[in-house]
Each structure stands twice: as C-alpha cells, then as structure tokens.
C-alpha cells in the first residue's frame, strides 16, 4: 500500500530508521510526524528534527530571491558618492575588479567567491533540489548538489562584506555625500534571505525526501 507523503515527515519506514541526539548521542527511531511538529529528546529534551510547514515552498521562495538580489547587487550601484561636484558610483563587480587591478588579487577573489559566488551557488541548489522534490520528482546529482550545500553553507560571508562597508561608508561620509544605492539594500536584504534559507530547512528532511525521490523513480 502506498503511504501518502502529504500526511508526515519523516515517512514511516524512512531509509532512516534511528536518529542520534546530537547534544547526548541518544538514539531515537525515527517517527512520522505531522506538518508543523518536532520531535525531542527523550534524554535531554534537545530538537532532534521537525517537520516544519510548507518547507520545500518556503526554501524555492527564498532560493528565488537569494538569486534576484544577487542579481541586483551584481548590476546596480552600491554607492554613490559626491565629492565637491564630483559624482562616482560604485558596485560589487567594480570592487572586485578594482581590488583585482590594485594589487589584491586574493582579496579580490575572496569576495568575488564569498559574496558573490556562493550565494549563487547556495540560491541555484536550494531551487535544484527543492523544485524537483516538491513534486516527489528525482533527478541524478541531487546527493552531490546536497552536500556541496551542506560544506560550503558555513563559507557565505555576506554579512562579514555589509559591516565592512558598513564601517567604511561611516569614513566616507566625513569626505563626500554618500548615498546607498539598490546594490546596498539588495545586499541587506540577501543577508536576511540567505539566513532563512539556510535556517528554514532540516538537513535530515531534505535527505529523506531526496531517497523518497529516488525510491519512488526506481519502483
Ligand atoms: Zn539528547
């Protein structure tokens, strides 16, 4: 009899049958629960995993806008600044070029790689993964895409980026009128759509859906 995927997560009979609490090491068979709730340690009380609502929508949602921000920080200015009539405007690309052509070529492609590659990378995965899996659909590679996600999540460093030119744009201000321009408030807004997107999915959920994927396409 086929088990409707719609009415829990973890589905009974998951590949994964035991789950160890990673605070205790106590281990736990895995049960189906319903949409919204978790389970906890019988030990400590710790969330083992939890079967959040309409989590594979939410993560294409943010994925989207993780792309579209990052596409417009790519393309608009960060800054603009007016020194005595003076007017220049700055972007992310022109930064790393200029730092590239400055003399700072690994600085230059860290920032390149951590602001702007990554959460390229971070947004095109979840929407690989998550688009297929939303319709119980598998496709090869999802294993690789899933835990290159889950080595290089920890490596965004958009926010260490924004308070840097945070502190920066506080110098700047005493020498030219400064105005923030689209690429900076696209950058503030990556920062909270990157955090949501890699808080609003359970790493193990997202495993068992792709076996789910997997299982099903091999029937
Ligand atoms: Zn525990």
Redesign the pocket.
Known sequence: MHQSVSSGWPRAGSVRHRVA?E????LHEVLLLPEGKAAH?T????LLYQNRPESLQRAIALGVSVLLLTGLMMFFPFISLDAKGVESRMGIVGAVVHMWEAGSPLVSLAVGLFVLGLPIFLGAGLLFLCLPLSRRRYLPGMEVVMRLLQATEHWVMVEVFFLGALVSLLKLVKLAKVELEIGFWSMAGLMVCLAGALAGIDRLELWDRIEHAKERRER
């Open positions: 609490c605070y205790c090491d106590t340690c030990n400590c009380g710790k």
